[in-house]
Nanobody
Framework: QVQLVESGGGLVQPGGSLRLSCAASGFTLDRYHIGWFRQAPGKEREGVSCINSSGTATTYTDSVKGRFTISRDNAKNTVYLQMNNLKPEDTAVYYC????????????????????WGKGNLVTVSS
């Protein structure tokens, strides 16, 4: 059974840090570009960051540049999102998604039509 499972979310104070994990089962993650997305209450889902299948290229949305870092460990079939200096506006449900790299090229992109999606993990930034 193909699954992506996010973990590591929770409640954190402004300025704090969290590390989200996205663990894959039922398929080999190293053939996929991986993206992190988030959806805040009352807002549309937005792309946050992505990493290509080899882990050699990344992209970030402007609002998280310099604060978030995406990485992957293909041996563990897991992708991470390190989030530092968190702000209240980072509060959202965070989703990871996998995009089959074959035919997509070297670079990842934050596409709406990713092949697989996780169920999401809530991050709340509040004092």
């Amino acid at each position: 059974q193909v699954q992506l499972v996010e973990s590591g979310g929770g409640l954190v104070q402004p300025g704090g840090s969290l590390r989200l994990s996205c663990a894959a089962s039922g398929f080999t993650l190293d053939r996929y570009h991986i993206g992190w997305f988030r959806q805040a209450p009352g807002k549309e889902r937005e792309g946050v960051s992505c990493i290509n299948s080899s882990g050699t290229a990344t992209t970030y949305t402007d609002s998280v540049k310099g604060r978030f870092t995406i990485s992957r460990d293909n041996a563990k079939n897991t992708v991470y999102l390190q989030m530092n200096n968190l702000k209240p506006e980072d509060t959202a449900v965070y989703y990871c998604a996998a995009d089959r790299a074959a035919g997509r090229g070297y670079f990842c992109s934050l596409r709406s039509d990713m092949n697989y999606w996780g169920k999401g993990n809530l991050v709340t930034v509040s004092s």
